[in-house]
């Protein structure tokens, strides 16, 4: 009796992006605009261009007036129109309450039941030679057809502004670059087809014509940095051609890598090593020291930054700003009203990858100290004081009800990163295992984490997928099947995952597993070297069960939380229950 089952090892395009890309129709898109200029030669005969497009690409059709993408959807491909027109609101735009918008379809009771009812009996175990049949590109599914006659009508009442795009103009490319939410909506005008082109492809593409990657920077930098710049609070009472003039003086500057990952780890090992965290802070990209003398307003566009002060010989982590934060607003007020330059009470420094705006401090002065914007002023402040105290004698003190030291190892250790992190009261947990077997239930018979992590006190962030606000897993998968849904729930498709381990070696928090796959006889299945076939698993929130994490259902003792530890005043409640 054999114990394994050969099969071939599966490759990147074992599972196109579209299956109707024929040569006709890749003809037509290597002679539209931006394709009709690369040089085919360019690239290797591994990753030719035609097979890019073959594999990575897809044709959409959308009728008039049709919703394409929305606000505050994450996307994992960037789009160009190859026939008709459409309509970009920009932020803040419209409240997608105003359109009907759609929600993902919850599980059936059926679909439910019968996931419960009909268990393997193996753990891993694949129905067919190597994979699942899921849809695949379910990331980018669309969830209905939401049709918005009525566009103009609701963007007068939001008194927002758009952007007409044409054809051979870009969309998506500022959120699929910087891995961040859809800022702005879609709406198309006329009968459109869009090439939807899946972030492996873009990459692929950018690298082998410097073109094309030129053009992609410029609309990342210049459409994201105008619209990241109309939602800001502080400037919500700014005219709109003031924060235009702005976008053309402001600084756009960027700290870290963007697989910013690898450095972390090593220097992780290396304060491990030596016992001195110390040299984990001096690795990061400085943005700004204490002690200087405050001469811009900064504004944290994409990524983390850590605010410290020295304190004699160690740095103390204040807090972190993300996406939207302010650094340096208070000393460019003080010196506002007092006439004299003052310097940066703490340090700012790059937790990875952050994008920073440096915005000119004579343009403050000019159109928010002096120009009615006190209230959003004092609002502002008094929020980051909240977050920050600036006063050294606080350093001991709770900030916001979370204590700085734990404030402090969560940013220690890039937690922060989390939208979705698995904290344990280690004090209520008695160690059951009830959460386990209930993932293990809900999973092939394989827990999606394991029961262990970096512990402070009686708290510990348990190695379960964070769901990150910057997934740093998804950089190097070759066939995209590391994605992001709508609502941000980081997933994989068992079906276009070939197992390289690219994802679960770039994953900083190690919550990204390796594991060797059946079929249903349960015999290994493997190359026909022997090598068994692996496939990469993790925590998907068990999205598709309507009661949510069933690690969180199981706990009888109130252990387990799921939680955005971003989010100071859902952390402190959990905290102080």
Same mark, same amino acid.
């Given at each position: ?22 040569? !006709? ?84 009771? =059926? ?15 694949? +129905? ?22 009525? =566009? ?54 950018? @690298? ?14 210049? $459409?994201?940095?105008? +619209? ?34 690898? @450095? ?11 016992? !001195? ?17 405050? !001469? ?9 930054? $850590? ?85 050294? $004698?606080?350093?001991? @003190? ?54 262990? &992590? ?21 950089? &190097? ?21 070939? &197992? ?18 059946? !079929?249903?006889?349960? @015999? ?54």
């Amino acid at each position: 009796m054999t114990y394994h089952k050969i099969i071939q090892r599966p490759r990147r395009w074992d599972t196109p992006f579209c299956d109707e890309m024929s040569d !006709d129709l890749i003809d037509w898109i290597l002679s539209s605009p931006h394709f009709d200029t690369m040089e085919e030669s360019n690239f290797p005969p591994s990753l030719s261009l035609r097979e890019i497009i073959r594999n990575d690409c897809r044709v959409r059709q959308y009728q008039k007036n049709q919703l394409v993408l929305n606000a505050g959807a994450y996307i994992n491909s960037a789009f160009l129109i190859l026939t008709g027109n459409a309509t970009l609101v920009l932020a803040p735009g419209i409240d997608p309450a105003a359109w009907g918008r759609v929600k993902a379809p919850r599980p059936s009771f =059926l679909s439910v039941l019968r996931k419960l009812l009909v268990k393997n009996r193996y753990p891993e175990v694949r +129905e067919t030679a190597g994979a699942v049949k899921t849809r695949l590109g379910r990331n980018t599914r669309r969830r209905g057809v939401v049709t918005i006659p009525d =566009l103009d009508a609701l963007v007068e009442k939001a008194g927002a502004e758009t952007v007409a795009l044409k054809s051979g103009d870009f969309f998506g490319e500022s959120a699929v670059l910087g891995r961040t939410e859809m800022t702005h909506t879609v709406v198309s005008r006329e009968e459109m087809l869009v090439l939807e082109i899946r972030w492996q492809g873009l990459r692929d593409i950018c @690298k082998y014509a410097p073109d094309f990657m030129f053009t992609i920077e410029h609309l990342y930098r210049e $459409r994201g940095l105008y +619209e990241h710049l109309l939602s800001v609070p502080l400037f919500k009472h700014v005219a709109k051609d003031k924060i235009r003039a702005l976008a053309d003086v402001a600084q756009y500057e960027v700290y870290g890598e963007f697989a910013w990952q690898r @450095k972390f780890r090593q220097a992780s090992k290396d304060a491990e090593t030596s016992d !001195d965290f110390n040299r984990l802070m001096e690795a990061e990209p400085v943005i700004a020291t204490a002690g200087d003398y405050a !001469d811009a307003l900064l504004l944290i566009r994409n990524g983390f930054a $850590r605010v410290s002060r020295r304190i004699n010989h160690g740095h103390y982590t204040l807090g972190h700003l993300t996406a939207g934060g302010l650094f340096g607003l208070q000393e460019l007020y003080d010196s506002w009203m007092s006439g004299e330059p003052q310097r940066l009470r703490c340090s700012l420094g790059a937790l990875g990858y952050t994008d920073v705006i440096r915005i000119p401090t004579d343009w403050i002065e000019q159109n928010v100290f002096s120009a009615g914007g006190d209230s959003a002023v004092q609002s502002e402040l008094e929020r980051r004081l909240d977050a920050l105290p600036n006063d050294p $004698r606080q350093l001991g @003190k709770p900030s916001s009800q979370v204590d700085r030291k734990f404030t402090e190892f969560l940013v220690e250790n890039r937690f922060v990163n989390g939208a979705q992190t698995m904290m344990i009261d280690l004090e209520r947990c008695t160690r059951c295992d009830d959460c386990v077997t209930a993932c293990a239930n809900a999973h092939d018979n394989n827990p999606r984490f394991v029961r262990h &992590g970096p512990a402070f006190g009686r708290y510990m962030i348990a190695n379960a997928c964070m769901h990150c606000d910057d997934p740093v897993c998804m950089i &190097g998968c070759p066939t995209g099947a590391i994605h992001r849904s709508e609502d941000g729930i980081v997933s994989i498709n068992d079906e276009t995952c070939i &197992g390289c381990s690219t994802c679960a070696n770039s994953c900083p928090y190690d919550n990204i597993r390796m594991v060797p796959i059946r !079929d249903t006889e349960g @015999k290994l299945l493997t190359d026909d070297k022997s090598i068994p076939i692996v496939k990469a698993t993790k925590c998907d929130l068990c999205s598709t069960s309507p009661g949510g994490p069933a690690c969180v259902r199981a706990c009888s003792h109130d252990a387990i939380t799921r939680i955005d530890v971003k989010d100071v005043g859902e952390l402190a409640d959990w905290l102080d229950r």
